[in-house]
Each structure stands twice: as C-alpha cells, then as structure tokens.
C-alpha cells in the first residue's frame, strides 16, 4: 500500500503516514486574542452560522455555541463535538454508504471517506471521497433540520438519508465523476470551491493534473459543475493537496501540488459570485512555481494574512523545508531549514494553521503538526525565510508512543486549538485509539515564540471499544470549528 515515495498514504483514502511503515475562511486583527467575526481565509473554521433549531445535532437554543466537526476518515463517520464551554460529544454521522460490517474499511472499495466540511446556514455539506466508488467522489449536503430531534451522542443512522442506491430525507448529492475530489472551500457569494486531488493515493507517482470545480448548492447537477484545468502551461499542479483561500473575499486559492512538488495559486474571476459556475471556471487564471524536488512531501500551504502563503516540505530523512510565496507565485526567500537546538530531530511536519496574521510590523506565526519522529505541535515564525522558533508546552495528553498531530483548527479568536492525532503505524489497522483535542492557547510569549497549551481536553477519552467500530479513531484528518448564531 505505500507507495516508493516518503509521506504517500496513510491508508487506504487520503489519511497519511510517514515513513515508519518502510497517510478545513479570514484574516484576524494583529491581536489574536481579540475576537474576530469568525471568518478565516484557511478552512478549518466555519463561520457564524444561524442558531438553526433549537434541539438536535447542530441546535444552539442560547447562542453562540461553538461545536467541532470531525472528519473519521478511515472509519467512515463524522462526529460532532460541543466545545462551547466544558466538551462533550453532541453526536456522529454514519457515512458508511457501502457498508462494511467489521468496521475495518479495507476490503475492496468499502471505504467511503468524509473528508473535506462546510457548515452554512442551510446545510453540512461533506465531500465524501469513495461514493459511488473509489475513483468518483461526491458532495452530500445534510439540511440541518434533519438532525432536529437527535438526543445527545446518538447516531445519526445511514439508514435515516440513504435507502440502497440513492438518497433521501432531504439529503442531496452530487456526484462529481472525478477522483478525489474532496478539499472544500465556501465562497462568501455561496457557491462551493472544490479542490479535485485527481490521482490514486496507491499509485507510486500522481502524474495527473488537479482541477477546481465551482458548484451551485443551489444547482446540484452534474452537467452544472464548473471545472478549471491546473494542467498549466509552466508547471503543472499535479496531485493538488491543501486547497486555502489567500484573503477574505476568497479572490485567490493557494494549493499544495504534491506530485509535482510545486505551489499554485488561482485568481478568481471579477463578479464571480454572479456567475454562473461554467462562467465562473472558464474565467479563472493560476501561476505556478516549483519548489525542493526529491522525494519530498508537498502537501500542505496556509495564509500569512497579508496575501502572502506559507508552504511546508518534508520527508523523513532531513529537517523540512518552509518557504514564503507571494500571490503571483513569486518566492520570497530562501527556504527556512534551520531547527532550534531542542528540535533538532524533527523531521516530519504536517498541517500548519495561521495563529497570527502579519501586520503592524509583525511578523506571521503559524502552528504546525509534527509527527515523527517528534510528536507535537511546533511554532513557525514568518518572513521572507520562515523558520521553526519553538515548540507548544502543554500537550501531554497526546499519547505520543502511539499517536502523532495531523490536522489543526483554531477557532475563530485563535485562542482555541483542535487537534486530529491518530497512529502513525499503518493506521488502516491499528487498534483506534486515534485522540482529537481540544485546548485554550497561551499567547502572552508569542512574540518571544512560547506558547501553552491549557485546559487541555481529549474529547475521545473513554469512547475506545474494540468491538465497536462506531468509537474508532484511526484517521481524524479532518477539522472544522464552527460557531452557531453568533452576530
């Protein structure tokens, strides 16, 4: 299953590993411990969205409540937590259209795979990789008065919106016809950007490249989908990986080509919230630029704030390597390599969130996931060469003998950090006991790059049975942190 390539697969759909198998919308104020009206031009945070109804799995009857949403990628399921003041869990829903008794998802094409979420007003939608089959992916939108009535921690049942073959209940999908089309990002006009990944995550090579597709939520037809090529004429995006928006009115997208070991950027169109989503596509540009090539991971980029990403690559034999990109694709500097004493060893990095945006003479801090051989989360310092400057203290809780950082989401105050930990060792197997965190953030040192982590909660402790699949924890790669009914 893994491939001749560092940091390919993480299993059997887009969950990562790392060698020692041989695998989420708006820029904050300069303070970020100030609140924020909660957009984020990453996609680990959801928004304000309205209170919806007063009981059920996405309810807020005394707004704002804040809940985490949780991609089990390899488990087939999506768990909802609050985090609004002390953690519990508000619920699950089952994902596992092509169901698979034994809970391992690994025989033939069992695996479904949520991946990619957004919460709006009216809906979570949630790319799901492997339905109808492990090469055609689809997006299905849960209305969320259909969870209206779900007691707290109860299932949200497949039986409840599919029947067979098709759905029901209010729920829609759209199928995409597409491989791995699961990276999602909401335009503030409505309309749903979709980063096609567009390779088997099996193969030895991703040759092929990515797309962006533009769908109306409003228009869930396939012939309706806009679609742009990243097949550039310069540098191809092959294997596009993490997909951001670059500002808040989302005019560029950021995307982390790994199998072309480059960066993308694409430019929206003028009026393209008006647009019809063909129209949309068709008037969309991107640029490349290449970066460090040799069996590198180049999966993961994050905004700086100030138009500016950062770009992160790894493999298990040397200290990564981060760059600053500008928005026209330019590089900025040199790449950062270099590790503080105490970090010597670190190899392995994943996802990086932004903590502080650049401005006002400072510069950007992003966090970032580390997994082997140093399990952690580390601090990232911006500038034309970023660099890691420390190390997160706190996190004790994450059991670093089985499990190492993998996908982050900050809320929209950036004083809160959610963390998706889960085995390192050929996950599709191991026994499930994957964590997801939930910790307040220290930030009084951030300029000397010291931060704590505090009250800090793992919301999946005490779940584990082994003979039940429904509490496994193997691969929770994917965040969103929305708040309900807030202003």
Known sequence: MASSRALRVRGLGLALCSMSLVSSNGCLEDNPTEPTSGSDTDDTTGGDTTAGPEDG??????????????????????????????PYLRGRIGTDLKPDPSGEQTEGNRLDEPYGLLLDDGHLWAAIGH????????????????????????????????????????????PFGRQEAIFLLQHPGGKILVG??????RAASWPDPSEVLVVDPNDLRPEAIGAFSLDLDTNPCNGGWKFVGLDDDLSRVGVA??????????TLPDGFADLAPVDAAAGMSACSTPLSSGNLSTQFVAPDGAGNLLAVQSQ???????????????????????????????????????LRPAGGG?????????????????????????????QVDGLDAIETAENAPFALALDATRTHLAIGAGPVSNPPFAAGRGQVLWA?????????????????????????QAADPRTWVRAPNMLLVAELGGS
Request: aromatic share 6%; charged share 20%.
């Open 57 to 86: 799995l996405l309810a807020c009857a005394t707004p704002p409540c804040t809940v985490l949403v949780v991609s089990q990628t390899l488990d087939d399921r999506i768990d909802i937590y609050d985090v609004t003041a002390a």
């Open 131 to 174: 339905y109808p089959d492990t090469d055609r992916g689809s997006l299905v939108g849960f209305p969320r008065s259909a969870f209206a009535g779900l007691g707290q921690g109860e299932l949200f049942s497949e039986d409840r919106y599919f029947d067979t073959d098709k759905f029901i209940g209010g729920v829609q999908a759209l």
């Open 196 to 201: 096609v990944f567009a390779n088997d995550l």
């Open 257 to 266: 080509c790994d199998g072309s070991e480059s960066v993308a950027v694409v």
């Open 316 to 354: 298990i034999l040397e200290p990564p390597k981060l760059w600053s990109i500008n928005g026209n694709c330019g590089v900025n500097g040199a790449p950062g390599s270099e590790l503080p004493a105490e970090l010597a060893t670190v190899r392995v990095v994943r996802e990086p969130v932004l």
């Open 362 to 390: 400072k510069p950007a801090m992003w966090l970032l996931a580390s997994e082997t051989p140093v399990p952690g989360i580390l601090i990232v310092r911006g500038g034309a060469t970023p660099a890691v400057c420390g």
């Open 440 to 464: 307040g953030l220290d930030l009084a040192d951030l300029d000397s790059c010291a931060v704590a982590a505090t009250d800090v909660v793992d919301l999946t402790e005490g779940a584990y």
